[in-house]
């Protein structure tokens, strides 16, 4: 059985940049706190000079002979030189290149298809590279290769540049396109909220109940009430006179 490993006693790795006791070699040439060049000297008395101001003894370019220290807080200069490189990194964006592949003989259906694509990919600020495909005997008219390219450019300039003019490679024409720094977004039509009822005023005066007959309506109603009452009264005499008619006639017969 292997025998146990103990714990790593390795010291730490240190920074590749030298400071304080760490610069082992006899002069160096000092910049001090202030920026200005104090010359030669031997490395004890700059350190000494440095433990003084409580600042620290950088070895800023170990290549020189003698080698350049600076006195310096070595600790807020590398907080600064990291921050700076964590802005760099940020700033920094990556390439994309995208690719469409058109043929001289596109249908207008397609076409719009695959400009819309090479829109969105505008869009995101992705490099595009229109290809247009020859076959066959295609190849003897570039020129409609390359005005379809030259048409896609126009119709996407709000966009995009041409970074490289349309030019054959093989039996392929190519042409890049860069978008523009300051690429417009597409927006979004805003939804129109529907509008809030308005409140009715407090004083208010609610609006009266029209009345529920008016006066040549109770009249009319009345009239018609009284001749149906006199329709049903001359029924019965209308009925005994036909009675008396009969009956006469009844007598006469022999």
Not at 21 to 35: C, K, Y
Not at 157 to 169: H, K, N, V
Request: net charge neutral; glycine share 6%.
């Amino acid at each position: 059985m292997p025998p146990r490993r103990g714990p790593d006693t390795r010291p730490p790795a240190g920074p590749s940049t030298r400071i304080n006791d760490a610069i082992r070699v006899e002069r160096i040439r000092l910049i001090d706190e202030n920026g200005e060049n104090r010359g030669e000297m031997r490395t004890e008395e700059a350190l000494d000079i440095a433990i003084a101001l409580n600042l620290d003894l950088v070895e800023v370019a170990p290549e020189g002979r003698p080698p350049v220290c600076r006195i310096m807080d070595y600790g807020k200069w590398r907080y600064e030189q990291e921050q700076k490189a964590k802005q760099a990194r940020r700033h920094q964006s990556t390439i994309t290149i995208k690719e469409i592949k058109f043929r001289p003989k596109i249908n207008p259906h397609d076409y719009e298809t695959k400009k819309g694509h090479v829109l969105r990919f505008l869009r995101n600020k992705a490099k595009v590279k229109v290809t247009i495909m020859f076959r066959g005997r295609e190849l003897m008219h570039p020129e409609r290769g390359e005005a379809i390219l030259l048409r896609l450019a126009e119709e996407v300039q709000d966009l995009a540049t041409i970074e490289s003019r349309p030019s054959l490679d093989g039996r392929n024409m190519i042409m890049m396109l860069a978008p523009v720094k300051d690429v417009p977004q597409k927006q979004e039509k805003p939804v129109a909220e529907p509008a809030a009822a308005e409140p009715a005023p407090a004083d208010a005066t609610p609006a009266e109940a029209p009345a529920e007959t008016s006066e040549e309506t109770r009249n009319t109603r009345h009239a018609q009430d009284e001749d149906q009452q006199v329709g049903l009264q001359a029924l019965p005499r209308h009925a005994e006179g036909e009675g008396d008619v009969r009956a006469l006639g009844a007598a006469s017969q022999p």
